[in-house]
């Protein structure tokens, strides 16, 4: 699943007239780059979610067969956040255990490294396995720590305490994480991650490649440059 539901105000003006997922950058639309990878790594049916000007999102994607992938999407009236996203897309994604990636980030994360936390998850105890990256400079204090591959909250007293980590915006979910969260509700995920985590229920890597938040236009304009610069070299 791709989250492609958020207004992005941040990215205001760029925005009003454009979803956030769909700015290109470096010659595509953010979500191209995702769609793409997905593919080379093997995911042939994905789902996006969308609600401010979602329609553009289909117009622009179609059934995704361009793409070699089929798509289908779910429609929110406005936008649920992640866990409400998620939990109400539910009845379109067939399998128990699925990767999500927000929409409004660029990684370039091999999406094929998740078959062995799918495959832990399908097969078990956990419920979610997340993706972490080193702290953006906007987001300094981080989110989580990893501990032996285990997640931690990050305040939780280790010795010695690890650095504290950045969630991506990439994890494998099994539907179960979202049994108590409504279809159709707004519900954000990270409580749901806290309560797993503190059951001793997630896992979670450390990704040391390209990512990037692009979360305002001066971010987005900067790694359109890179990108560009670097294709061209």
């Given at each position: 699943m791709i989250l492609a539901a958020g207004r992005g105000e941040r990215m205001r003006p760029l925005t009003d007239?454009?979803?956030?997922?769909?700015?290109?950058?470096?010659?595509?639309?953010?979500?191209?780059?995702?769609?793409?990878?997905?593919?080379?790594?093997?995911?042939?049916h994905i789902v996006i979610n969308h609600a401010h000007l979602g329609q553009q999102i289909e117009d622009a994607l179609g059934n995704g067969s361009m793409f070699g992938v089929s798509i289908e999407y779910s429609r929110e009236a406005s936008a649920l956040e992640t866990a409400g996203g998620i939990a109400t897309a539910l009845p379109l994604i067939k399998e128990d255990v699925f990767p999500v990636v927000n929409g409004d980030i660029y990684c370039e994360y091999d999406f094929s490294r998740l078959a062995e936390p799918m495959a832990r998850l399908a097969a078990g105890h956990d419920q979610a396995h997340l993706v972490l990256v080193d702290n953006p400079p906007h987001h300094p204090n981080?989110?989580?720590?990893?501990?032996?591959?285990?997640?931690?909250?990050?305040?939780?007293?280790?010795?010695?305490?690890?650095?504290?980590?950045?969630?991506?915006?990439?994890?494998?979910?099994?539907?179960?994480?979202?049994a108590r969260t409504p279809a159709g509700a707004k519900a954000p995920l990270a409580p749901l991650l806290?309560?797993?985590?503190?059951?001793?229920?997630?896992?979670?890597?450390?990704?040391?490649?390209?990512?990037?938040?692009?979360?305002?236009?001066?971010?987005?304009?900067?790694?359109?440059?890179?990108?560009?610069?670097?294709?061209a070299a």
């Open positions: 007239h454009t979803p956030k997922p769909l700015l290109p950058v470096g010659g595509k639309p953010l979500l191209i780059w995702h769609i793409e990878r997905l593919h080379a790594a093997g995911f042939s981080g989110d989580f720590v990893l501990d032996g591959g285990r997640m931690k909250d990050a305040d939780t007293p280790l010795t010695p305490h690890p650095a504290r980590l950045t969630f991506s915006g990439i994890g494998v979910y099994h539907r179960a994480l979202f806290r309560l797993a985590i503190d059951a001793g229920r997630v896992s979670g890597e450390h990704y040391a490649g390209r990512w990037e938040d692009v979360g305002t236009p001066a971010r987005l304009a900067a790694l359109d440059e890179e990108l560009k610069q670097h294709h």
